[in-house]
């Protein structure tokens, strides 16, 4: 399927994505007038004028042990010498390693991350202060399971929808959200351009912004809705970023993509160069 014969009528992405496939024309602005669902989304879910709607968020924070840890109360945490050989770090080429260097920035300078993601360069000396504390880098999910086992005392970042799971299982093991912030994973759907079956993909787009399908898909997979109103029990609400007062309550944050995205190759170059990977 070529670009003027796209195979897809709708894609679901992530928010660094939308930034990527609108910069290629590869998707258009979603016809939000021909989706009433949307009424509800809430704006900080609409990403580049438009171009993608989110329909579920994951807050991204640390994997700690409840049995035998704590929560990481900041990210500056990361670097105690206590913690030496005690870190699992995430594989550089997960989009989570770049909130860790915005993180680091922030821990460096005090300022937060709306400011601190357009210094992400400056990350580097304090990375490689890091380095005693990392135990190994990680590629899979199931990583987590060390720190459940004590093998490590802290591993991430983790999306809350690979943690929770296990949390909810008695597995040993928690999410926690350092005081700068917690950084959003983000779902969204958009529409293809030149797709086969537009008619059909919005209203397929439209479905998955319904209450109906939203309060579905949180129950299910413990992750956050992108519309208002909905209520849970607490049992599924304590794993959630929502309502939105909750979300501006742990700094949710979504980093500028257009300006991290062309960038993104130099900064895997250095991190592979800085931890031998």
Do not use: C
């Not at 945490?77 to 870190?87: F, N, Q, S, V």
């Not at 005693?132 to 060390?146: C, G, H, K, R």
């Not at 350092?178 to 439209?206: Q, S, Y």
């Amino acid at each position: 399927a070529s670009r003027n014969n796209p195979k897809y009528s709708v894609m679901f992405i992530d928010d660094i994505g939308v930034e990527l496939a609108k910069r290629e024309g590869l998707i258009e602005k979603l016809p939000l007038d021909q989706m009433p669902a949307s009424e509800r989304l809430l704006k900080r879910f609409l990403y580049y004028d438009g171009y993608g709607a989110a329909f579920a968020m994951s807050a991204a924070g640390m994997a700690y042990n409840t049995a035998t840890g704590k929560p990481l109360a900041s990210y500056g945490d990361l670097w105690d010498p206590k913690l030496k050989g005690r870190y699992l770090m995430e594989t550089p080429k997960s989009t989570q390693s770049l909130y860790l260097l915005i993180a680091a920035v922030s821990v460096v300078t005090g300022k937060p991350y709306s400011e601190t993601q357009y210094m992400i360069d400056q990350a580097w000396p304090k990375m490689e202060e890091l380095k005693p504390n990392i135990l190994s880098i990680f590629e899979a999910e199931t990583a987590v399971l060390q720190v459940a086992q004590g093998d490590a005392d802290y591993a991430g970042m983790f999306y809350s929808k690979s943690v929770n799971p296990y949390t909810v299982q008695g597995t040993p093991v928690a999410m926690t959200y350092p005081k700068e912030g917690t950084f959003a994973g983000i779902n969204t759907v958009t529409l293809v351009k030149n797709g086969p079956e537009r008619e059909l993909a919005i209203n397929f787009m439209n479905w998955m912004l319904t209450p109906e399908m939203q309060q579905l898909l949180a129950e299910g997979t413990l992750v956050s809705p992108s519309i208002s109103g909905l209520n849970f029990n607490p049992e599924i609400a304590k794993y959630q970023a929502y309502p939105e007062s909750k979300m501006d309550e742990m700094g949710i944050f979504s980093p500028d993509w257009t300006f991290i995205n062309p960038i993104r190759p130099k900064l895997l170059e250095k991190y592979n160069q800085v931890f031998g990977v």
